[in-house]
C-alpha cells in the first residue's frame, strides 16, 4: 500500500517534469554575423587640406577631402534557428597594421553606412593605432544587411612632405557585436575582423597640391572681340625635389538653367595664357562636338608646361567670340588640369607620380554683349567640312557673308584677298574658260557683280573685286551671303585650312535724304576700318562619311536611306548631302546643286565600303539597302510648283551677266530664251539641270548685244513631266 506522503511525492515530480518539458530547447549558437570586405578598388591619395570630415550620428557625411578606402558587407543570419532578434554592433577598431603609413600620415577617420551616414561616432582626429568607434550602437536588423564604408583624410601637404609619399594604407577592421539568440535569458558578444581585399591605396605627394580659381570677372565680351575668362593658380609644395609638368588641361562650359550657355558657335578660339604673357601657350578652334557639359582638350598633344618645385603658376583662359554669337549666352569654364611629377631620387630615378588631377570652377560668369559700335561683319564659313581629294568634279563651296551695324547703310563693294592652304582645297575653275576666274564666285546677293578675279592656285591665294550695280530699283545689302566660293578638297582626310579674307578696301552705301525734295540717294564711303572679318574653316573628311565622324560606318548608309524614305522627318544638310553622293547622278553640276541627286544607288555604295572597311556585316548592309530600294520605289516625282522667277541685276549697268533664278519645287531643269523688240530670237539656253542659269549678254552667236530693252521668257520643266512658261518679260541692258 503507496502511502500519502508516496503520492506527494510522486505527483511533485510529475509537475516538475512537465515544467521541464514546457522549457523552450535553445537551438541556436550564439550571435551571427557575416562579415566580408567588398574589395573596393584602390586609388591614390592626395594631401589633404583645411576641410574636415564632418558630420553627427545618424546623419549624412560631408567628406571634405576625405576618400573611402574600404567597404564592408554586414548581415545578419541564423545557420541553425531563425531568431527574432536584431544584432547591434558596438563598436569597430581601425588599425593599419597591414600597410605603411601612419597615425602621423593620416589627419581623420570616418566610419558610414551605405547611405553615408556616419554610425558610432563622428569622424575621429587620429593620433594613434588604434582607432575606435563606441560611442552608440549601430543596428543590423534581423536577417537584413548594410555595407559599412571607412574613410580616411590625409594630412595637409606640408605634414605629409618629409617621408609619407608612397606609404600604404591597408586597413583592418575590428568588429565586436551583440545578438541575443532564441532561448537566451541575455545578449551575447562575439569578434570578427576583416582586412581590405583590394590593392593597398597609396600615398601620393607629388604633382600639384592645389589649384584655386581666382575669381576672375571678365565682365561683358563683345561680339568679334576677345577676352579672358578664367584664371586660376596651381602650386606645387610636396616632397620630390622635381618640377611638376602639366600635359594636358580641358575645359568645359558649364550648363547654365537660368541663361543660355556659349558653345562651338559662339567661341571661335580658346587661348592658353600663362599670366603676363601675351603669346598664347595652347590655341583651339572648337569643333560643332564642344557643347555645354562637355570637354574639349585645349592643349596640343606634345604639350608639357613645367612648373618650378614648390612654386605656383597662374594660367588664364581667354576666347575669341564669334561673330556669330548670341548676345547673352553666357561663359563659366570648368578647368581639369593634368598633371605629373618625374621621380629623379636614386632609388626610385624613372618614376612618374601622376597627380590626382585638380578642377578648378570659374567663379565669376562673363557674357557675351552685342558687337563693338561701328563694327560691321564680314562672316566666311558655311563649308566646314569636304570630301577628301575623290576626282576633278565640283564638291563643294565657302560662303561669304555681310552684316552692317547700321540698317540705314548697307555694302557698297569689297577689294581683297582670300587665302587658305592650297595643299587641303583647289578653287574650281570654269571648265568651258579657264581664263576666266571670276567663274569660281558665284554670287549670290541680287545687284552685286564678281568684275575681276585672279587666283593663284599654288599661293592659295585669290584676289577679287565686287561691285554694287547703281540702278533705280536696286537695293544695297545690309544682312546676308554675298557669293559662293567653289572649292574642292586635294588633301587627305584629316586635313584642314583656315580661311581669311585681307580687306584692301571696303565701301559703304549711306541713305541720304534730301531735305528739300524728300529724296533718298546712295552716298558711297570707305568703310575699311570700321569692318571685322571673322575667319572659317574648311575640314577634309571621306566621301560617304555622312556623319562626319571619321569612319565609313553603318549608321552613314542609314542616315542616307532614311532621308530617302522621309526627307522632311529626316533630312541631310547640303553639306552632308555632298558627302553622300558617292554615285551617279552627282549631287553638283556645273557647280550647283542637282535636285534628286541622291538615290538608292548611294546608299548601296556606302553600305558596301562601310562592309569593305569591316565596320558593318553583309547582313547589316543588305537591311539598309532594302530600306533604301523600297523608299525609291514607292517614291514619288515631287510635283513642279514654281513661287518666283528673278533675273539679275535689271537693268544690266556695269555686269557681264544676268543671272535667271527659279523658286519653287519639283524643278528638274529651266531654260531661257530672249527675244528684241521685234521678236526676233537672241539666245536659247536651251534646258540647263537646276533651278538657275546666268546669260553673258553674247547672242547665239558669240557677239556681244547692244544696249536697249529686251524681252525673255522662262520655261520650267518639273521631274513630274510638267512644263510651266513665264510669261515675256522685259530686260533692260545699258552698259
Same mark, same amino acid.
Given at each position: 500500500m503507496i502511502s500519502r506522503r508516496t503520492v506527494y511525492i510522486l505527483l511533485m515530480l510529475l509537475t516538475a517534469i512537465a515544467a521541464f518539458m514546457a522549457i523552450p530547447a535553445r537551438t541556436g549558437v550564439g550571435p551571427s554575423l557575416e562579415i566580408a570586405d567588398l574589395g573596393y578598388e584602390a586609388k591614390t591619395l592626395n594631401p589633404g587640406d583645411a576641410t574636415p570630415m564632418e558630420c553627427d550620428v545618424g546623419d549624412k557625411i560631408k567628406f571634405g577631402s576625405g576618400v573611402v578606402v574600404m567597404k564592408i558587407r554586414v548581415k545578419d543570419v541564423d545557420p541553425t534557428a531563425d531568431d527574432p532578434s536584431d544584432v547591434k554592433i558596438k563598436e569597430i577598431q581601425i588599425d593599419n597594421d597591414n600597410g605603411s603609413a601612419v597615425a602621423d600620415d593620416?589627419?581623420?577617420? =570616418?566610419?558610414?553606412?551605405?547611405? %553615408?551616414?556616419? @554610425?558610432?561616432?563622428?569622424?575621429?582626429?587620429?593620433?594613434?593605432?588604434?582607432?575606435t568607434f563606441d560611442a552608440e550602437e549601430f543596428i543590423i536588423p534581423d536577417n537584413q544587411e548594410d555595407?559599412?564604408?571607412?574613410?580616411?583624410?590625409?594630412?595637409?601637404?606640408?605634414?605629409?612632405?618629409?617621408?609619407?609619399?608612397?606609404?600604404?594604407i591597408k586597413l583592418r577592421a575590428r568588429i565586436r557585436y551583440e545578438e541575443r539568440p532564441s532561448g537566451a535569458p541575455d545578449w551575447e558578444t562575439a569578434t570578427k575582423e576583416v582586412i581590405d581585399g583590394g590593392a593597398d591605396e597609396v600615398i601620393h605627394n607629388?604633382?600639384?597640391?592645389? =589649384?584655386?580659381?581666382?575669381?576672375? %570677372?571678365?565682365? @561683358?565680351?563683345?561680339?568679334?572681340?576677345?577676352?579672358?575668362?578664367?584664371?586660376f593658380t596651381v602650386c606645387d609644395d610636396d616632397a620630390l625635389g622635381d618640377d611638376p609638368v602639366i600635359d594636358e588641361i580641358q575645359v568645359m562650359n558649364k550648363e547654365d538653367t537660368e541663361s543660355e550657355s556659349a558653345d562651338f558657335n559662339d567661341i571661335a578660339v580658346i587661348n592658353l595664357f600663362v599670366k603676363g604673357e601675351t603669346t598664347p601657350r595652347a590655341s583651339i578652334t572648337p569643333d560643332p562636338s564642344w557643347v555645354p557639359g562637355t570637354w574639349l582638350t585645349i592643349t596640343p598633344r606634345d604639350f608639357a608646361l613645367i612648373v618650378r618645385d614648390d612654386h605656383c603658376l597662374t594660367l588664364q583662359i581667354g576666347v575669341v567670340i564669334s561673330p556669330w554669337a548670341y548676345p547673352g549666352h553666357v561663359i563659366q569654364l570648368r578647368t581639369h588640369i593634368s598633371t605629373y611629377e618625374p621621380d629623379t631620387r636614386e632609388s626610385r630615378a624613372g618614376e612618374i607620380h601622376p597627380s590626382v588631377d585638380p578642377e578648378v570652377v570659374d567663379g565669376t560668369p562673363e557674357v557675351i554683349g552685342e558687337a563693338p559700335e561701328r563694327a560691321d561683319l564680314i562672316m566666311i564659313g558655311s563649308a566646314p567640312k569636304l570630301p577628301a581629294a575623290i576626282d576633278h568634279r565640283p564638291v563643294g563651296f565657302v560662303t561669304i557673308s555681310w552684316k552692317s551695324h547700321d540698317p540705314a547703310r548697307g555694302l557698297g563693294g569689297i577689294q581683297g584677298t582670300l587665302?587658305?592652304?592650297?595643299k587641303v582645297i583647289d578653287p574650281i575653275d570654269d571648265p568651258y574658260d579657264p581664263a576666266d576666274d571670276t567663274n569660281s564666285f558665284e554670287v549670290l546677293a541680287p545687284y552685286y557683280n564678281i568684275i575681276s578675279a585672279k587666283i593663284d592656285h599654288l599661293a592659295g591665294t585669290a584676289n577679287f573685286v565686287l561691285t554694287y550695280d547703281f540702278g533705280p530699283d536696286s537695293i544695297p545689302l545690309i544682312e546676308g551671303e554675298l557669293f559662293k566660293f567653289h572649292v574642292r578638297g586635294v588633301g587627305s582626310p584629316g586635313d584642314w585650312t583656315q580661311l581669311n579674307l585681307d580687306l584692301l578696301k571696303v565701301d559703304g552705301l549711306a541713305q541720304v535724304m534730301d531735305p528739300i525734295t524728300g529724296e533718298v540717294s546712295l552716298v558711297q564711303e570707305e568703310i575699311t576700318a570700321n569692318v571685322l572679318v571673322a575667319a572659317g574653316e574648311v575640314r577634309l573628311v571621306m566621301l560617304g562619311?555622312?556623319?562626319?565622324?571619321?569612319?565609313?560606318?553603318?549608321?552613314?548608309?542609314?542616315?542616307?536611306?532614311?532621308?530617302?524614305?522621309?526627307?522632311?522627318?529626316?533630312?541631310l544638310t547640303e553639306e552632308q548631302l555632298i558627302l553622300a553622293d558617292v554615285a551617279p547622278p552627282y549631287y553638283l553640276v556645273d557647280v550647283r546643286a542637282l535636285p534628286d541627286a541622291i538615290t538608292s544607288a548611294d546608299v548601296a555604295a556606302i553600305a558596301r565600303m562601310a562592309v569593305t572597311f569591316g565596320l558593318a556585316t553583309a547582313a547589316e548592309a543588305a537591311e539598309v539597302i532594302t530600306l533604301a530600294l523600297s523608299a525609291h520605289q514607292q517614291a514619288q516625282p515631287q510635283p513642279l510648283v514654281v513661287d518666283q522667277i528673278l533675273a539679275y541685276p535689271n537693268p544690266v549697268v556695269s555686269a557681264e551677266a544676268v543671272h535667271f533664278v527659279v523658286e519653287g519645287q519639283g524643278i528638274e531643269s529651266v531654260k531661257v530664251e530672249i527675244f528684241d523688240l521685234a521678236g526676233r530670237a537672241i539666245f536659247d539656253s536651251g534646258l540647263v539641270a537646276g533651278n538657275a542659269l546666268e546669260w553673258d549678254l553674247l547672242d547665239d552667236g558669240g557677239f556681244p548685244v547692244a544696249n536697249g530693252v529686251y524681252l525673255y521668257m522662262v520655261t520650267i520643266r518639273g521631274w513630274d513631266g510638267q512644263v510651266i512658261r513665264s510669261e515675256v518679260r522685259k530686260l533692260v541692258v545699258m552698259r
Open positions: 593620416i589627419a581623420q577617420i =570616418a566610419i558610414v553606412d551605405k547611405d %553615408n551616414r556616419c @554610425i558610432l561616432e563622428a569622424p575621429q582626429d587620429v593620433d594613434s593605432f588604434p582607432v555595407i559599412i564604408q571607412i574613410a580616411v583624410r590625409l594630412e595637409d601637404s606640408s605634414t605629409l612632405q618629409d617621408n609619407a609619399e608612397g606609404h600604404t607629388g604633382g600639384f597640391e592645389s =589649384a584655386v580659381d581666382n575669381n576672375y %570677372n571678365g565682365g @561683358i565680351i563683345p561680339i568679334g572681340g576677345s577676352g579672358i575668362v578664367q584664371e587665302r587658305w592652304n592650297p562619311d555622312v556623319d562626319g565622324n571619321g569612319a565609313i560606318t553603318i549608321n552613314d548608309a542609314l542616315l542616307v536611306a532614311k532621308y530617302l524614305v522621309d526627307p522632311v522627318s529626316y533630312p
